[in-house]
Every structure is written in structure tokens, then in C-alpha cells.
């Protein structure tokens, strides 16, 4: 399994009051974002549309834009690393985790209860392209599945369940050697949503997990992160 919960934190269990709400319950999975996306009004663009704080890019949403009924906290037993370079971001580096699952790896998460089809069209905003479709069976029953030749994010792998719903992440099918620096905006919104995410935490420790990162290492010292951390 490539997750866990923290068991210094609570499952939110906000799921068990909407369930009489659900149409079709298998339908619904966790999508486990980790980066930008751990901050709820980042990730409520993808869903809801709209342009994050910082960003150049407007969201047009997905076409059930139904707020996710729960989310919780989590990590990912994957190294984050920011590559490539994002119009989006002013050219930075964004997040990424690899495909070597560790048990002593971690990346924080943050899952979010939302449909099949929110999931699918989320990733279609991320890589600009609509001409795919997410073999979700597949991904369980291998554990991944590429859906997406040449594509930034273009793999999806299964994590496990919580609450009986499958948990599923993406990311690319390779890992990508060359990091690259992100934007100081990209950063922003990452250290809030670990801040909104994992309010255990204290910028010390935030500063302490980020700086280990490919792209983050060797272009932040540890005293700029912790100005931008203590700014946020």
C-alpha cells in the first residue's frame, strides 16, 4: 500500500453524514493530491473553476461541480520532487512524486471523497488534453495504469482503501531526473496548504521536510524557507 494515515490525527469521518446523499457510493473514490493541492481553495478551482492566488491559469472546473463531501489527512510513501517548467507557475518547477514506493518515504497528502468523473476531469485541467480515458479497474488490479502517452501527469496509481472507497493519485510514468526551482508562488500555496493540512506541524518542521526536496535543495536555504513559511 502506498499510503497511511497519520495515527497522531483523526479520520474526519465527515463522509458518514452525507451518505444518504450519494447516489451511487462506488462511484465515489479518494483522490490522494499531494503539493499546490493540499490547500482546500486551490484544489476547490479545479472542481468549482476559478484562478488560484499567484497563478496565471483560470480553472474552467468540472462539470459536477459538487464540493468534495470529506477530505483527510495523509502521506503518500513517495519522495516529492518539482520538475519541469510550468507556464502556469512563471516558468517554475511543480510537484511530482516518484514511482519507487517506500516505507519509509513520505509526502504529505491530503485525500479528497469525490466521483470518478470530478477525478478524471481534475486531471484533464492538469494536462490541458481531453483525448483520455482512466481505466480505474485497471489501476487497482495492477496497482497503476498510464493512461496518457507524453503527458506531464499521465499515471495513476492505486493506494489502497479507506472507508471502502479506493484511494488514487497520479503522477508521470517516469520519474524525471531534472528538477527545476518552483515559483516562489507555487511555494506559497504549498506551505499553506501544509499549514491548513497538518496544523501539528510547526514551521520548523515544514521547513525541515521541504528542504530535502529535488528542486527545493541547493536553490532555498533553510533561512528563506523559513521567511516564506513564517509569511504565509
Not at 185 to 194: A, E, S, W
Amino acid at each position: 500500500m502506498g499510503i497511511k494515515i497519520p495515527n497522531f490525527l483523526k479520520p474526519a469521518g465527515r463522509y458518514q453524514q452525507f451518505n444518504q446523499n450519494m447516489n451511487k457510493s462506488e462511484d465515489y473514490i479518494w483522490y490522494a493530491s499531494y503539493g499546490s493541492n493540499l490547500l482546500e481553495e486551490r484544489f476547490h478551482c479545479y472542481i468549482e473553476g476559478g484562478k488560484p492566488k499567484g497563478s496565471t491559469k483560470q480553472y474552467k472546473g468540472c462539470k459536477n461541480k459538487t464540493l468534495p463531501i470529506d477530505s483527510e489527512e495523509t502521506y503518500i510513501t513517495s519522495e516529492l520532487y518539482f520538475a519541469k517548467e510550468s507556464e502556469t507557475w512563471n516558468g517554475g518547477g511543480v510537484c511530482f512524486i516518484s514511482n519507487d514506493f517506500k516505507p519509509k518515504s513520505e509526502t504529505l497528502a491530503r485525500m479528497y471523497l469525490i466521483t470518478k468523473e470530478q477525478f478524471v476531469d481534475v486531471v484533464k485541467q492538469e494536462i490541458g488534453k481531453e483525448d483520455f480515458e482512466i481505466d480505474f479497474e485497471k489501476a487497482i488490479s495492477d496497482g497503476s495504469n498510464i493512461f496518457r502517452k507524453n503527458s506531464w501527469y499521465n499515471k495513476i496509481h492505486y493506494l489502497g482503501l479507506q472507508n471502502n472507497f479506493p484511494i488514487f493519485t497520479f503522477t508521470h510514468d517516469s520519474d524525471y531526473e531534472e528538477e527545476n526551482k518552483p515559483d516562489i508562488n507555487y511555494l506559497k500555496i504549498i506551505v499553506r496548504g501544509i499549514k491548513e493540512t497538518f496544523q501539528n506541524l510547526n514551521e520548523v518542521e515544514i521547513a525541515e521536510y521541504l528542504i530535502s526536496k529535488r528542486g527545493i535543495y541547493g536553490n532555498f536555504s533553510n533561512e528563506a524557507l523559513l521567511e516564506i513559511i513564517s509569511n504565509e
